[in-house]
T-cell receptor
Framework: LAKTTQPISMDSYEGQEVNITCSHN???????ITWYQQFPSQGPRFIIQ???TKVTNEVASLFIPADRKSSTLSLPRVSLSDTAVYYC???????????????FGQGTTLQVKP | DAGVIQSPRHEVTEMGQEVTLRCKPI?????LFWYRQTMMRGLELLIY????????DSGMPEDRFSAKMPNASFSTLKIQPSEPRDSAVYFC?????????????FGPGTRLTVT
């Protein structure tokens, strides 16, 4: 499973757009990029997944360049409630019968300030 | 759906005692995962099951840890004997292979304290 590198922490202010970049230089051809969010005293929660280019849902956008060696999670107009740890994961989670084994790194602690 | 259910939510026990953590996955999900989270080591995958069969237990720390899944709606993680270094939050998660295996649904966790 490819190793991921992301910043340990980030600060932002309410209303700003936050971009968290993750490096995964050894990503394999069949690996997908998945992001999870974890609030204090809760289990992680799936945010978004992508393979290439751009994916957008109601929560976030995920940008993946052509070489797929990195990815950027974009959170539009953050609020105080977006303060959490964000995990970038890479693995064979394409839903084609794989069990979806995910390896969590240290994550990025996002602190949103008023 | 009620989501993944874990019990107990908190457990305090003395070193040497047996501890059993329980998990009920989301109905219809056929993969189940056990994780452990500590400040020092982060979130670690201990073991996962697919269709009630253990697939990968390489994350299980040692023989003191064992996990079972007797049926599709129930799993246990047992620690015997427990040690202070086992203190952590233990999460259970489930997912559906048929759809999006990468989208795991986590339970609220069990906070274990071994004194």
């Amino acid at each position: 499973l490819a190793k991921t590198t992301q910043p340990i922490s980030m600060d932002s202010y309410e209303g700003q757009e936050v971009n968290i970049t993750c490096s995964h230089n050894n990503i394999a051809t069949n690996d997908y990029i998945t992001w999870y969010q974890q609030f204090p005293s809760q289990g992680p929660r799936f945010i978004i997944q992508g393979y290439k280019t751009k994916v957008t849902n109601e929560v976030a956008s995920l940008f993946i360049p052509a070489d797929r060696k990195s990815s950027t999670l974009s959170l539009p107009r953050v609020s105080l409630s977006d303060t959490a740890v964000y995990y970038c994961l890479v693995g064979a989670g394409d839903g084609s019968g794989n069990t979806g084994k995910l390896i969590f790194g240290q994550g990025t602690t996002l602190q949103v300030k008023p | 759906d009620a989501g993944v259910i874990q019990s107990p939510r908190h457990e305090v026990t003395e070193m040497g005692q047996e501890v059993t953590l329980r998990c009920k996955p989301i109905s219809g999900h056929n993969s189940l995962f056990w994780y452990r989270q500590t400040m020092m080591r982060g979130l670690e995958l201990l073991i996962y099951f697919n269709n009630n069969v253990p697939i990968d237990d390489s994350g299980m720390p040692e023989d003191r840890f064992s996990a079972k899944m007797p049926n599709a709606s129930f799993s246990t993680l047992k620690i015997q004997p427990s040690e202070p270094r086992d203190s952590a939050v233990y999460f259970c998660a489930s997912s559906s292979n048929r759809d999006r295996a990468y989208e795991q649904y986590f339970g609220p966790g069990t906070r274990l304290t071994v004194t």
